[in-house]
Every structure is written in structure tokens, then in C-alpha cells.
């Protein structure tokens, strides 16, 4: 088992290098150091201010020097401060990382809870009018922008009916919960419908398996069929859909943080692309790979454990 | 007198709606089998042996399955009027399955042990050890060191075991009548011999019925005592299997016989069956 | 959260600023219009003789649902084509087809409620120009044909971003799955690469850099789009490897170039169709996302995203304002919503098994 984790992550390494070189051909090659100068220093700031800030980062030095540098600057998590505020990088993320967990992690969860429980019952009553129906809203689902169910979430929900804040947020401890509560069901709400559907195929296709028919024959009721035998076959082939993204999760989400004033991650990322703040987004951007690739290989080590017909080979 | 029959089955029809058009997978079929008795099903593929084997606890998806006709009696009550909860009782209970694809038919994430003791609980909640009945049923199917094994997962066992495994769990309450759908095609030709052996022994042992549907006479010779033989969802011939096999009247099981091919025999070319010339005189 | 007013600028790539430049003279969307049509209409005719395809649509036609989602499609593409194409009205500007149909409603100054009489917020109230049929909105535009005039939006950003990302993906995907070896596994390793980064980070990065536009927004999805049909592509073709007539082709001495264009890639077009019209809805949605994250449409271009964005702070004005938001919003869904059921009914219709 150990082995098998270090040839993984062995593995991502040329991965990482590759999203550095991504970055570093998006951020040093096809920027010009004199735009960037302009964007951090304002547009009338003189030549000689933005040959200085250009000096200073090193950009006027050779592309290979560039690229060593910036490689060892990633490897060892060197961020350049903010433009906007200044803060050091890691400072940020170590800050704002809680708020955006507190959404998304029992957004996941709940929205997992929720696609499977559908999926499940799509397959229980499967080909009758109602399972037509289900996929259908399924579809109608995926087919709505995120930003329209935050922003009827919020004047609808919030503003209408007045019955949770429709903005902002306070660590008070149990208190703090109130405010979770629309931003947490507008994230299952946005995932609902593309979930349920994949949820849905993955289970149809269990169903099609010969020991479901043993099982029936040997007088297994079909909730039971479903709620065990499949279910947990399911749940091995879902761990391969879903858990890459939990590492990730800490990033948290653009649009509901910003919508409902969430002092998380996202929040952060999003006034960052509002005000060109460059360091952010690449920071942002880095991470966010590395936090998937991690995810990827927690998937690899899952599947391995959850699959008896891999674990024990 | 003889006793009533364990199963009758009574012109039973059925049609499964397909994407060109309605298929007669078995049209009109009737056979008795009696307690204790073994019959054998034999045909070639698309014959609606399977299909019937299925049939018996309604254990065909419907849709696109429709029974459009016939009864299936099981000691005097018809399978195919039962409510979910009667077929669920007789399921496994009285009457057992046994399938093809060993490796698939097995769930793949439970243990032979949890997988036998779900039919157990099930079926005989008045067992107290469920792994002793595990063990004695794994022994009486012949597999070595059942407390080892029962812990295993299907992968884990060979092709051959894993039937043993199937056949054990069937056997788990004592059903009345064992269906066997293919039990041995799936399996090396030395397993074959074996897993048959096994149920003959069973049979001998426990006295009950089964049914084994096949389409290879060669296995059948030995362990059933009758045999029908089915062409297109149609019974064309059925009667004890040494008469069948030795004097078979109609041309299809005569066709079917003579593809048999024999050690010793001197022939030009293997011989083939002319389908849609017995199609026509069916 | 107050907008910063610094406008993104085009950092430096002087290549895509003139992309955008070009893609916005009136001719050369005019000239795209027409050939984007006229490609549809030529695969469809190589389409027709594919036994595979003809008994695919004889299986679409009795699909009731997709033949709706199919029907609404076209009117889409007709309005947005109608809209596309301009020509040169006196006074030297630009009209499109779609204004002489609609033609001749007024603007009036700013926002009016829809079949209202009068300014939103005007005091006294003074009588309007003309009937908006869903209001106006900020500047005085006519909602409802502003939505009309969003489908060309979305109709030019789902072509150009499709024409870069169908292309690069099948064609990769081909080469990964026939060639196998090195090929591949630089292939792989190319899209596991891209893969890894979120996309919506990777994609306001490259519009940060690259600046707005139709042309770098196109660009920037087609660049991150292509991995999932290249995975596709890449196991069907592998899968189509193995079958014999492959083998057969292959022992006939058949060069690679022919078997690959006369017997893998007919097999596969129906799997880039399918990514087609499903990737499609993908994009809309993308633009609708990135126009609410500021890295969208240009100021000036109608579209939907742009819509919904400005109808975040809309609602919360006194008296509230909906229907930029609403309209945007149904037209879209409308789009999307049929674009993801006609895709299904192309997949059942292809292959009947996977219900």
C-alpha cells in the first residue's frame, strides 16, 4: 500500500511541473511585464515606476531564469503579495479557508445525501412516468446558471420571506448556523440536478448486473435490493466521481460566497478577478490544481480500499 | 395413485415487447414434474428455456416480459396470481436458482458468508448459529476448509468453487425444486463433470426436485429422469431420457442428437440443423 | 461589493486585441454566419448516408421530446441568424436583419416596467416613446429585443468556441487512441495537465490576460474544453481498434491516413455530435457565468449573461426591477434546456440500450 502511494504521487510530479509551465506561460509569457506594471501601478503611473516594479519581480531577466525561478518559488509556496491589500498569500488561505469550508463541506455532504437518495428512487420506480418525469426536472435543473438560484434564493427566500439572513455572517458558534443555511441549499440546489442524473445512470447500470437477479431470486425485497446490493456497488463506482473534488472544496465557491457575504476563499478569489489582483488568482490557480491532484490520488487510494476485488489481489 | 405433482405448469405463453415488434419467447408450453424428479429443459439458445426457468417466480423484468397465458401451479397454487410478498416467500425458500455466470451472479462486494446468511435470515429466522448452517451447507457441496472459505470474497474462489458456492447458497433453506440454468457452461469441461456429480449427489441426499436446463444432452444422462425438449418456445418432444435419446421421434431432437459429435464415428462433415424447415412443421 | 472601475486590459497580446477587432466587423460575421450554416448543412448530408446515423434518426423521429428540443433549436438559430446578419444602414451604422423584422421600437431613457406607459422612476410621469413588451431596461433598449439580439451572442460564442474545441479534441483523441505509444501518452499527459486546474480558475486567468472579447472568450473555452471529448474520442477509438475490420483494413495494407478517415472516424462522428450539441449548453452557461464574474461579453454586446448580471443589483432597487433578469433568464434556460434534451435523445437515439 505504501508503494502504491509513492508511485502516485511520483506520478503527479510531471503534472505539477506541467501546471506550472501553465502558469508561468499564462502569467510571464503571454503578459507583457509592461501591462501587468500598468494594471498593479494604474495606467498613468510613468515609464521609469513601471520599469522599477518590472526590476523589481525580476521580469525583465531572461525567460529560463524566469521559469527556474518560478518554478522554486511554487514548489516552496512563495507567493507575491496581494496587489490590493498586500497580505502575504499563505496568511489569506490560512484566514479565509474555515469560512468557505463551513459551506461547502455540508453542501457536499447534503448534496450527496440528496442526488443519491434521488438517483435511488429514479431506479426504484424506473421506466414509469414518474421516473420520466424526475429526469426531466433533473435536466431543467442543470439547465439554470448557478447565479439565478443564488439570486432568487436571496430576494425570494431571504428578502420575502424574511426567515433567514439574507446576507452576511457572524462566528458565533451555534449561532452561525443561520447563516449557512440559504448558501447551503443553493449549493445543492446547483449541483442537484447534473448529480442525480449521473447518480441515476451509475445505479441503472448496477441494476443490469446478474447478482441482482440473484438476489431477487432468492427472495431479497427490492428496497432491500437497492438500498444494499446496489447501493454499494454504486457508492464504489461514485467514489471515483466524487471524492477528487473533496480536497478541493476548501477553495470554496465564487458565486455564493461573494452573493451572500461569506468571508471565505471564494470570496477572496472573486474581488481578486474584480480588481485584477494577479497574485491571488495565481495563487489561487496553483492551489487549486494541487488541492485536486491530491484529490485524484485520494480517489486512487479510496477505490483500492473500497473495492474488495482490489484490495485483496 | 401418484401423488399430485409438485409443479404443474399449464399452457403457459409468454411475449417480450421489443424494439421491432413483440417476441413469442414461449408459446404455449405444458409440463408436470414431481416431487422428488428430475427434468431436464434441453434447446438451443433463443429456444425460451431460460426464459421458463425464469418464469417460475416470476422473476422476469415486466415490462418488456408479459405473461399473456397459463397457469403455474405450485402444489395446487398458481405463481402467477401471487401477490410480491407470496413470491418473495417461495423465492429461495421453496423454490432455489442456480445461474450461469458464477462470477457475475455473486455480489461482488459481500462475502459467500454474508451472501448465504442474508437467504438464511430471510427465509429460517429460526436459526440461532447461522454460521454452523453456513458451514454444513458449504461441506455439503464439497468445498474444503468452508470456515476459511466463507469469509472469502467471490473473487477470490475458483470458477468451480464459486458454483459450489451458488449451488450451497441455494440449497441454504431447503428448497423443494433447485433450478439450474446453465450451471455448467460457463465452467472448464472437468468442472462440468464435477459440479454434476455434486447435484447428483445432492439429489440423491436431499431428495428434492430439480430442474436443469441445458443445451447439452451430454450432461443430462444420469441425473434426469425426464427430458423436454424445447424448439422456438415450444415443448417438441418430451418423455424418459433414455427413450428420448435412444429413439427420439421428432426431427428436431433427432437433429439436435446427430450434432452431437462421437468419438469413433467416421463422418464426412458435422451435421447441422435446418431451422426454418422444422420452423415450418412445428 | 463596489466594482472596481479598472477595465481588464488586453495585457499585452496584441494578437487577440486584433482577434477581436476583426471578429467585429460586420462582413466577417456576416461571411462566419453563412459558413458555420453551410458546415452544419454539409455533415448533415455526410451524416444522412451513414447507415448508423439514418437508423438513428429514424429512432430521433419517433422521439417526441427531442423532436420538440430540435424544433426550438432552429428558432433559436434563426433569430440569432436573422440577428448575425448585418448589413450597412444609412446614417453609417450597422443594422442587422433581425432589427428590420422587429424594427422600429423606440429606446426610451431609462428603465420602464414591461407594456408600461411610463418611466420607472420618473416624476411627473411623462408618456413613453412606444410599447415595450417586457420594459426596457437601463439605457431605455427594448428587453425583449435585447434578448432576441443576445441568441447571435451566444450563437457566435458556442460556434467559434466549438469550431476550436471539436477540432483539437477529436483530432487528439484520434491520434492518442490509433497511435497509441508515445502519442498517447503525451496526449495524456497534456490533458491530465490541463485537467487538473479548476476550470473556471483556469479560464478567468487566460481572460484576465487576454482581455474580453467574443474571440479570447471563444478561445479560452475551446482551450479548456477539448479534454473531455478527447478522452472520449481517444476510448472509442481504441475500442474501434480492436474490431476486425480494423484488422482487415490493416492487412490490406491500407495506409494509416485512410483507415483513420474512411473507417475510425465515421464510427466515431457520433459520439463529436452528441459532445456537440451537449457542449454547446456547457458554453451558453460558461458565458452566462463569466459575464457575471466580469471576465464576459464586452460591455455593448446583448447578452444573456450580462442580463442576469446586472439583474443581481436590479432587485434589490426600490421599486424592484425583473424582467432584464427574468427574460435573460428564460431565454437562456430555454437554449440550454433544449440543447440537454435533444443531446439525450441523440444518445438514446444512437444507442437504444443505455436508457
Request: glycine share 8%; net charge positive; proline share 5%.
Amino acid at each position: 500500500m505504501l508503494n502504491y502511494i509513492l508511485r502516485r504521487l511520483l506520478y503527479s510530479i510531471p503534472v505539477v511541473a506541467g501546471v506550472m509551465l501553465i502558469t508561468f506561460l499564462l502569467f510571464n509569457v503571454l503578459q507583457k511585464p509592461e501591462a501587468a506594471a500598468a494594471l498593479n501601478l494604474g495606467a498613468k503611473a510613468s515609464a521609469q515606476a513601471k520599469q522599477e516594479w518590472i526590476h523589481n519581480r525580476g521580469l525583465d531577466e531572461p525567460m529560463p531564469v524566469q521559469f527556474v525561478k518560478h518554478l522554486g518559488r511554487l514548489a516552496t509556496f512563495q507567493f507575491e503579495p496581494s496587489w490590493r491589500t498586500g497580505r502575504d498569500m499563505r496568511e489569506v488561505f490560512a484566514k479565509h479557508a474555515g469560512p468557505s469550508l463551513l459551506i461547502t463541506l455540508p453542501g457536499f455532504v447534503c448534496g450527496l445525501i440528496a442526488a443519491v437518495g434521488l438517483a435511488l428512487y429514479q431506479v426504484f420506480v424506473r421506466n414509469s412516468l414518474l421516473d420520466r418525469s424526475m429526469t426531466l426536472a433533473a435536466v431543467a435543473l442543470m439547465s439554470v446558471p448557478a447565479m439565478v438560484y443564488i439570486i432568487f434564493g436571496q430576494a425570494v427566500i431571504a428578502l420575502a420571506l424574511n426567515y433567514f439572513p439574507a446576507f452576511g455572517f457572524d462566528m458565533q458558534g451555534l449561532g452561525t448556523a443561520r447563516f449557512l443555511v440559504l448558501p447551503v441549499l443553493v449549493m445543492v440546489l446547483v449541483n442537484l440536478g447534473h448529480d442525480a442524473r449521473l447518480y441515476r445512470a451509475i445505479f441503472l447500470e448496477e441494476v443490469g448486473q446478474d447478482y441482482v437477479r440473484t438476489a431477487l431470486a432468492k427472495g431479497v425485497a427490492s428496497t432491500r435490493v437497492l438500498g444494499v446490493h446496489v447501493l454499494k456497488n454504486g457508492l464504489i463506482a461514485l467514489i471515483t466521481l466524487t471524492v477528487a473534488h473533496l480536497p478541493a472544496l476548501v477553495m470554496g465557491s465564487l458565486l455564493i460566497e461573494n452573493f451572500f457575504g461569506i468571508p471565505g476563499l471564494g470570496n477572496v478569489l472573486f474581488i481578486a478577478i474584480q480588481t485584477s489582483d494577479q497574485p491571488v488568482v495565481l495563487a489561487s490557480v496553483y492551489l487549486g490544481s494541487l488541492l485536486y491532484i491530491a484529490g485524484l490520488i485520494l480517489t486512487d487510494l479510496l477505490y483500492a480500499l473500497a473495492d474488495p476485488r482490489i484490495r485483496l489481489s | 395413485m401418484p401423488a399430485a405433482p409438485l409443479l404443474s405448469v399449464r399452457n403457459l405463453a409468454i411475449d417480450f415487447a421489443a424494439e421491432t415488434g413483440t417476441v413469442e419467447a414461449v408459446r404455449g408450453i405444458s409440463f408436470d414434474l414431481a416431487a422428488g424428479e428430475t427434468l431436464a429443459i434441453v434447446g438451443e439458445s433463443g429456444s425460451g428455456k431460460s426464459v421458463t426457468g425464469l418464469a417460475l417466480t416470476r422473476l422476469l423484468p415486466e415490462p418488456p416480459a408479459l405473461y399473456k397465458t397459463g397457469e403455474i401451479l405450485l402444489d395446487g397454487t398458481d405463481v402467477l396470481k401471487m401477490k410480491a410478498r407470496e413470491l418473495r416467500n417461495i423465492r429461495g425458500n421453496r423454490i432455489a436458482y442456480v445461474f450461469q455466470e458464477p462470477s457475475t451472479s455473486l455480489n461482488p462486494v459481500f462475502t459467500i458468508r454474508s451472501q448465504i446468511a442474508e437467504a438464511i435470515r430471510l427465509h429460517r429466522p429460526e436459526v440461532t448459529d447461522v454460521d454452523a448452517e453456513i458451514v454444513k451447507v458449504l461441506d455439503m457441496v464439497g468445498i474444503v476448509n468452508p470456515q476459511q472459505r466463507m469469509r472469502d470474497y467471490p473473487h477470490q474462489l475458483s470458477g468451480g468453487m464459486q458454483q459450489r458456492a451458488m449451488i450451497a447458497m441455494a440449497l441454504s433453506c431447503h428448497p423443494d425444486l433447485l433450478i439450474a440454468d446453465e450451471p455448467t457452461t460457463a465452467l472448464d469441461v472437468t468442472i462440468q463433470a464435477q459440479i454434476i456429480d455434486q447435484l447428483r449427489a445432492l439429489k440423491k441426499q436431499l431428495g428434492m426436485s430439480i430442474i436443469l436446463i441445458t443445451h447439452n444432452f451430454g450432461i443430462i444422462s444420469g441425473i434426469a429422469e425426464r427430458v423436454a425438449v424445447m424448439f422456438r418456445g415450444k415443448i417438441v418432444e418430451e418423455g424418459e431420457t433414455g427413450r428420448v435419446l435412444s429413439q427420439p421421434e421428432h426431427p428436431y431432437t433427432k437433429a439436435l442428437i446427430e450434432c452431437i459429435p462421437q468419438l469413433g464415428r467416421k463422418r464426412e462433415r458435422l451435421a447441422t440443423i435446418d431451422h426454418a424447415a422444422l420452423e415450418a412443421a412445428l | 461589493m463596489p466594482l472596481a472601475s479598472l477595465p481588464l486590459a488586453a495585457a499585452g497580446s496584441g494578437f487577440f486585441t486584433s482577434l477581436n477587432d476583426f471578429l467585429n466587423r460586420w462582413w466577417v460575421q456576416d461571411f462566419i454566419v453563412v459558413f458555420g450554416f453551410g458546415l452544419v448543412f454539409v455533415l448533415l448530408r455526410a451524416g444522412s448516408r451513414n447507415e448508423r446515423w439514418q437508423r438513428a434518426w429514424e429512432r430521433l423521429k419517433r422521439d417526441r421530446t427531442g423532436l420538440i428540443a430540435l424544433a426550438v433549436i432552429c428558432l433559436y438559430l434563426a433569430i440569432g441568424g436573422l440577428e448575425a446578419l448585418q448589413i450597412p444602414s444609412s446614417g453609417g451604422g450597422r443594422r442587422s436583419v433581425l432589427d428590420l423584422v422587429v424594427g422600429g421600437i423606440p429606446s426610451e431613457k431609462t428603465y420602464s416596467a414591461p407594456l408600461a406607459n411610463t418611466l420607472l422612476t420618473e416624476i411627473p410621469p411623462k408618456p413613453l416613446n412606444g410599447r415595450h413588451l417586457l420594459g426596457t431596461d437601463a439605457l431605455g433598449k427594448d428587453v425583449f429585443v435585447q434578448t432576441l439580439k443576445a441568441c447571435r451572442t451566444a450563437l457566435i460564442i458556442g460556434g467559434l468556441t466549438s469550431a476550436i474545441y471539436i477540432p483539437l479534441g477529436a483530432l487528439l483523441g484520434i491520434i492518442a487512441g490509433y497511435f497509441r505509444r508515445w502519442a498517447d501518452d503525451l496526449i495524456q499527459y497534456i490533458y491530465s495537465t490541463l485537467a487538473s486546474i479548476p476550470s473556471i480558475l483556469l479560464l478567468v486567468a487566460i481572460l484576465m490576460i487576454l482581455g474580453k472579447g467574443l474571440g479570447t472568450m471563444s478561445f479560452a473555452l475551446g482551450i479548456t474544453g477539448w479534454v473531455g471529448l478527447c478522452r472520449l474520442i481517444r476510448g472509442e477509438t481504441m475500442r474501434q481498434n480492436e474490431r476486425a475490420y480494423v484488422a482487415a483494413a490493416r492487412a490490406l495494407g491500407q495506409s494509416h491516413w485512410r483507415i483513420v478517415t474512411r473507417h475510425l472516424l465515421p464510427n466515431v462522428m457520433h459520439l463529436v455530435l452528441i459532445n456537440f450539441v451537449l457542449g454547446f449548453s456547457g458554453i451558453i452557461l460558461s458565458e452566462a457565468i463569466l459575464s457575471y464574474l466580469s471576465v464576459g461579453s464586452p460591455v455593448g454586446t446583448p447578452s444573456w449573461g450580462s442580463m442576469i448580471d446586472g439583474g443581481r443589483s436590479e432587485l434589490s432597487r426600490d421599486p424592484l426591477i425583473w424582467w432584464n433578469l427574468s427574460a435573460a433568464t428564460v431565454a437562456l434556460f430555454g437554449l440550454v434546456l433544449s440543447l440537454n434534451l435533444l443531446g439525450d435523445s441523440l444518445r438514446r437515439a444512437f444507442d437504444p440500450k443505455r436508457g
